[in-house]
């Protein structure tokens, strides 16, 4: 009878114990294999860290190159110093925009 099961219950007989709340085989390093991994975990993260980084750091020198570039080819114009023509039309008593037209609301 003892065959019969066995062979019902195939290889589940040995994981039987462990589903009923019994005891489950510990791995002696297992803690030590853990505190490895978790090392080595926070090693690849500062590593990552340290690439985008260095990553930005070199895109904001390009950025700022460029902002040199551009700043260095604009002619300064002498309008630049006065008045701009917006604060000129507001100024004069003109509107700016869609000049001021406003929506109808109809009430029924």
Same mark, same amino acid.
């Given at each position: $009878?003892?065959?019969?099961? %066995?062979?019902?219950?195939?290889?589940?007989?040995?994981?039987?114990?462990? $589903?009923?709340?019994?005891?489950?085989?510990?791995?002696?390093?297992?803690?030590? %294999?853990?505190?490895?991994?978790? &090392?080595?975990?926070? *090693?690849?993260?500062?590593?990552?860290?340290?690439?985008y980084?260095?990553? &930005?750091?070199?895109?904001?020198?390009?950025? *700022?190159?460029?902002?040199?570039?551009?700043?260095?080819t604009?002619?300064?114009?002498?309008?630049?110093?006065?008045?701009?023509?917006? &604060?000129?039309?507001?100024? *004069?008593? *003109?509107?700016?925009?869609?000049?001021?037209v406003?929506?109808?609301?109809?009430?029924?």
């Open positions: $009878m003892e065959f019969v099961m %066995k062979q019902a219950l195939g290889g589940a007989t040995k994981d039987m114990g462990k $589903m009923l709340g019994g005891d489950e085989e510990k791995d002696p390093d297992a803690a030590k %294999k853990e505190e490895e991994r978790q &090392e080595a975990l926070r *090693q690849e993260e500062e590593e990552r860290k340290a690439k980084a260095k990553m &930005e750091a070199e895109r904001e020198a390009m950025r *700022q190159g460029i902002r040199d570039k551009v700043s260095a604009r002619i300064p114009s002498p309008l630049a110093s006065q008045n701009s023509p917006r &604060e000129v039309g507001r100024q *004069q008593g *003109q509107r700016s925009g869609m000049g001021g406003t929506a109808a609301v109809s009430r029924g």
